[in-house]
């Protein structure tokens, strides 16, 4: 019998922290700048967290915390049109 938890995946995006904030108020997750690639191996259940080693982008302060956790639903969200 197959056992679902075990095809769960988790995943490390290393984002500034800014940035992890601007997703939380969107509601969203970008990794690589905005490319779909790594957002498109995420799959339903997969588990997230995010590594932020600065505050903001790309001169920010260091920050080197873990800082977010996100778990991707079951229906992938519909791309935003400035998506690459």
Excluded: C
Excluded at 38 to 57: E, H, I, N, T, W
């Amino acid at each position: 019998m197959r056992n679902p938890a075990r095809e769960r995946n988790y995943w490390i995006g290393v984002v500034s922290r800014e940035h992890v904030l601007i997703g939380v108020k969107g509601g969203f997750v970008q990794l690589n700048h905005g490319k779909r690639t790594p957002v498109q191996k995420l799959k339903g259940g997969d588990g997230l967290v995010m590594y932020s080693p600065r505050l903001a982008y790309p001169d920010g302060e260091p920050y080197q915390s873990l800082f977010g956790r996100a778990k991707r639903g079951a229906k992938p969200s519909p791309p935003r049109q400035d998506q690459r």
